[in-house]
């Protein structure tokens, strides 16, 4: 089974400040990492994916996930925050035989002008 | 960019009524999930859903939930007695293999 660790529940930040928000995750099999944002009020949508290959990930907003195996990491990273960035974002697992992805707990990144 | 599509975005209902979430989901997409999250809660997994078949459930997904595909666009989640810790978002997603693809969540308020 896999579980998912997200070390803070809160982070604030000041704008253009960079951020981290870690993930650990525990598991046998080979999995898949993802990162999800939740703004206010709305669904989740996917951020970016580690599948296989290389194991530094990016999105279109300038958020980027690196995939360390030896450390079972996919810590989330952005050099300079904006305001329109503060949302919870979701680390998650899934292996890569199955269906189901597992969930972390959240983390709240509050930016701050 | 194609959506999922779930209806509707809020629902109320009262305690042992019967419900039907609705979802649309992406139309070349094969896997169907559904998850929940209760207010302040994380998301739960409660199915998933392939080939016209449950594929995988949680111990969430008990006799009161079933989930149909029953035209080949919708996909469907039916509470049959609604309790209040039934209160929660229920998020539909699919996925052509892996990274979902959510709705925007149907706020089920059962009273």
């Known amino acids: 089974a896999q579980s998912v660790t997200q070390l803070d529940s809160q982070v604030p930040v000041f704008e253009e400040a960079p951020v981290e928000l870690r993930c650990n995750y525990s598991s046998s099999v080979s999995v898949y990492l993802f990162w999800y944002v939740q703004y206010p009020n709305q669904g989740l949508q996917l951020l970016l994916k580690?599948?296989?290959?290389?194991?530094l990930v990016e999105s279109i907003n300038g958020f980027e996930a690196e995939f360390n195996k030896s450390q079972t990491s996919f810590h989330l990273r952005k050099p300079s925050v904006h305001i329109s960035d503060t949302a919870e974002y979701f680390c998650a697992v899934s292996n890569t035989g199955g269906f189901k992805t597992i969930f972390g707990a959240g983390t709240r990144l509050f930016v701050k002008a | 960019e194609p959506e999922v599509t779930q209806t509707p975005s809020h629902q109320v209902t009262q305690m042992g009524q019967e419900v039907i979430l609705r979802c649309v989901p992406i139309?070349?997409?094969?896997?169907f999930y559904w998850y929940r999250q209760i207010l302040g809660q994380k998301v739960e997994f409660l199915v998933s859903?392939?080939?016209?078949?449950?594929?995988?459930k949680s111990e969430i997904f008990d006799d009161q939930f079933s989930v149909e595909r029953p035209d080949g666009s919708n996909f469907t989640l039916k509470i049959r007695s609604t309790k209040l810790e039934d209160s929660a978002m229920y998020f539909c997603?699919?996925?052509?293999?892996?990274?979902?693809?959510f709705g925007s969540g149907t706020r089920l308020t059962v009273v």
């Open positions: 997603a699919s996925s052509p293999i892996y990274g979902y693809t």
């Open positions: 859903f392939y080939n016209n078949e449950i594929s995988e």
């Open positions: 139309s070349n997409h094969l896997y």
């Open positions: 580690y599948l296989s290959g290389s194991t």
